[in-house]
Nanobody, 125 residues
Framework: QVQLVESGGGSVQAGGTLRLSCAAS??????MGWFRQAPGKEREGVAA????????YYADSVKGRFTISPDNAKNTVALQMNSLEVDDSAMYYC????????????????????WGQGTQVTVSS
């Protein structure tokens, strides 16, 4: 059974930084992704990494600002978020599954079976 635990959310002013972490147990060499959902909006993919290869994928809205990276020794994936904007405010969820690279790249929530409980990110102006 794969279990995911997120940490690192919080409140920050626009232009600030936050770092989220997702610790995984029960699985390795998975596609691990970060998704977010704001009130009244659909869940959207932010970034993903094929941990076995180290290949990363990003939504256009966060390219150049967010970085997803693995800590394989700890089976953890981090999301470094820089230059945060008010529109980045949302509940952020970690997800994981064994996926082909194309499915990992798609950043589609429907491809992932395993989810963390979520961590809130609030960016104020």
């Amino acid at each position: 059974q794969v279990q995911l635990v997120e940490s690192g959310g919080g409140s920050v002013q626009a232009g600030g930084t936050l770092r989220l972490s997702c610790a995984a147990s029960g699985g390795t060499n998975m596609c691990m992704g970060w998704f977010r959902q704001a009130p009244g909006k659909e869940r959207e993919g932010v970034a993903a990494i094929a941990t076995g290869r180290g290949t990363t994928y990003y939504a256009d809205s966060v390219k150049g600002r967010f970085t997803i990276s693995p800590d394989n020794a700890k089976n953890t994936v981090a999301l470094q978020m820089n230059s945060l904007e008010v529109d980045d405010s949302a509940m952020y969820y970690c997800a994981a599954d064994w996926l082909p690279l194309g499915a990992c790249q798609s950043l589609s929530a429907s491809n992932f079976r395993y989810w963390g409980q979520g961590t809130q990110v609030t960016v104020s102006s």
